[in-house]
């Protein structure tokens, strides 16, 4: 298991990106976002079909909420 922050070994079948020069020079680092603890209650088919899949199953279930907030914006702003 990896601690918060903690970068892995990309998997051996990656696909390396060649990035242009430059692509960097105009980053910025960015705060991480502070997070907000809550008890949310799921059917158990839910929990368990994340679970199914291995261990970071609250981190996949946050990223599923993400997208679909993030999706939400997108379309509202349109």
Do not use: C
Request: glycine share 6%.
């Amino acid at each position: 298991m990896h601690s918060r922050g903690e970068v892995k070994a990309p998997a051996k079948d990656t696909t390396e990106i060649d990035l242009p020069d430059g692509f960097w020079d105009d980053a910025e680092p960015q705060a991480p976002k502070v997070k907000k603890q809550i008890n949310l209650r799921v059917d158990p088919d839910i929990i368990d079909f994340f679970k199914a899949q291995g261990s970071g199953h609250l981190t996949r279930m946050h990223a599923v909420l993400r997208s679909y907030v993030d999706a939400k914006k997108d379309r509202d702003v349109s």
